[in-house]
């Protein structure tokens, strides 16, 4: 089964807490991204990846931390540094210079 | 400026009825304009995109229409059904730039049998 796995589906963080959502995709894609989208909002992009050990900062990236070690993954961490966290965090992959985003189902962050 | 606007936030359509989306962007270097659909609680799905060197793309009912020098673009879904109620999101982005979407508001459709 191909495609984009997130995880955990909830997730729930405590004040002043570090937390990372995880991201996987089997589709052997390039870039990867994260974008964060609020009840009745459109998608906004944290991060993106082009390529491994490279990324770069989306619109809001500020409170947001990543990694890309390897290929099929790109992981997120929320830091406490980021004030509103509550939201529907997607993931999203594409071949290298193709156009089509493939997104994942998300993970939705709450906090305690 | 990187905004796309998109309209109506809602909107209701009976059963066989038109359901048509508009959004304007500011940004003449987009290049890619795709539209995503979402249902509740799950990652959007591409529905259908076009370039801007064409001005209309149809695929089954649904339909963009595009417009450069207006910088505008619009979905159309010929023939609504009840699944099709879901939030249909525009986008854009410049491919040069690295793709990175730059999405509408999103618009939430309700089909009524």
């Known amino acids: 089964d191909g495609g984009i796995t997130q995880s955990p589906k909830y997730l729930f963080r405590k004040e002043g807490q570090n937390v990372t959502l995880s991201c996987e995709q089997n589709l052997n894609h390039d870039a990867m991204y994260w974008y964060r989208q609020d009840p009745g909002q459109g998608l906004r992009l944290i991060y993106y990846?082009?390529?491994?050990?490279?990324?770069q900062k989306g619109d809001i990236a500020e409170g947001y931390s990543v990694s890309r070690e390897k290929k099929e993954s790109f992981p997120l961490t929320v830091t406490s540094a980021q004030k509103n966290p509550t939201a529907f965090y997607l993931c999203?992959?594409?071949?290298?210079?193709?156009?089509?985003?493939?997104f994942g189902p998300g993970t939705r962050l709450l906090v305690l | 400026q990187q905004q796309v606007k998109q309209s109506p936030q809602s909107l209701i359509v009976q059963k066989g009825g038109i359901s048509i989306i508009n959004c304007a962007y500011e940004n003449t270097a987009f290049d890619y304009f795709p539209w995503y659909q979402q249902f509740p609680g799950k990652g959007p799905a591409l529905l259908i995109a076009?370039?801007?060197?064409?001005s209309e793309k149809k695929e089954g009912r649904f339909t963009i229409s595009f417009n450069k020098s207006a910088k505008q673009f619009s979905l159309h879904i010929m023939d609504s059904q009840p699944g099709d109620s879901a939030t249909y999101f525009c986008?854009?982005?410049?491919?040069?730039?690295?793709?990175?979407?730059?999405f509408g508001g999103g618009t939430r459709v309700l089909v009524k049998p």
């Open positions: 076009i370039r801007p060197d064409v």
């Open positions: 986008a854009a982005s410049d491919l040069a730039a690295g793709n990175k979407l730059t």
């Open positions: 990846s082009q390529i491994v050990n490279d990324f």
């Open positions: 999203a992959s594409s071949i290298k210079y193709r156009e089509t985003q493939y």
